[in-house]
């Protein structure tokens, strides 16, 4: 018997239970729909779905930072502390955090009251602390850090932003500083980074970028190493305020970077000039 032949009812009713008979739901491989035949199919890359959180035990991290005075000999790292990134340090201790302004106060203080780091535990896994300023009186945290990768502003008072300069350093190695919160910034500015202990990174993109309007060539620079290896240089580009100030890679295959592997990008310029940095990372659970 033909299925047109078990469908009884008027003709309506059957138009109905056809087409209602033959919708199909295409669902990717965690079950999520992605379709149907009476709506436009989904084509969502799969780093798309990975920044909505579709993908399980994956995630992107989107990496930023600046410095504001690269100068002419020897290369800097792009971070707002200046000169060479001292946060790569090869024990874990906890951390003191200190404002230049008294008005970074949890009590009632007009500028940032806490703010939230992000960072790696001894044994080089994902930790976050949430922190009480208190103006120029240092606070130290309750966790020990082997790095911090970020930090950034939860609660202000009327001027909604750090009024001073924040700095975070190893409270006993006070000469590794972890990150400096510019005033006004409410985040670090960092382009530093180091791969979790638990999980593989992907580096997916770079981006760099001459931030003032100074005349000079730049030149950029990105440094990896593994552990217990040397730093050395993946990867190097050409700015110029005359003609390309920007400059943007994607990486279409991309290069494993293990457990622990830490990263950053650096400048030197032909004067004193502002830079900025940028880099995605895939980072998947092993």
């Not at 990174?201 to 931030?211: K, T």
């Not at 990105?222 to 003609?243: M, W, Y």
């Not at 293990?258 to 995605?280: Q, Y």
């Amino acid at each position: 018997m033909s299925y047109l032949g078990r469908i009884k009812g008027t003709a309506n009713e059957l138009i109905d239970s056809v087409l209602n008979t033959l919708k199909v739901s295409l669902h990717d491989s965690y079950g999520n729909v992605i379709g149907s035949n009476n709506e436009s199919l989904n084509t969502m890359s799969y780093f798309e779905r990975v920044s909505q959180g579709l993908v399980a035990g994956a995630k992107i991290i989107q990496k930023y930072g600046k410095n504001p005075a690269v100068g002419t000999v020897g290369f800097s790292t792009i971070w707002n502390g200046g000169g060479v990134y001292t946060g790569f340090p090869s024990t874990a201790e906890t951390v003191t955090i200190t404002s230049l302004s008294v008005n970074d106060t949890n009590t009632a203080g007009t500028g940032m009251r806490s703010l939230r780091m992000y960072g790696l535990s001894a044994s080089g896994l994902e930790q976050t602390e949430d922190i009480l300023l208190n103006g120029t009186t240092p606070v130290t945290s309750t966790l020990s850090y082997l790095r911090l990768n970020k930090a950034k502003g939860l609660t202000g008072g009327t001027l909604a932003h750090n009024d001073g300069n924040i700095t975070i350093r190893q409270s006993v190695t006070t000469a590794n500083i972890f990150a400096f919160m510019p005033a006004t910034y409410n985040s670090t500015m960092i382009a530093a980074y180091t791969i979790p202990a638990d999980k593989n990174g992907y580096l997916l993109s770079q981006r760099s970028a001459i931030a003032n309007k100074t005349s000079a060539a730049v030149d950029i620079r990105i440094k990896v190493r593994q552990p217990g290896n040397l730093f050395t240089v993946n990867g190097e580009a050409a700015l110029n305020s005359q003609g390309s100030g920007f400059i943007n890679i994607d990486f279409k295959i991309p290069s494993q970077l293990p457990p622990l592997t830490d990263l950053f990008i650096e400048a030197e310029a032909s004067a004193n000039v502002a830079v900025t940095a940028f880099f995605d990372i895939l980072l998947v659970d092993i």
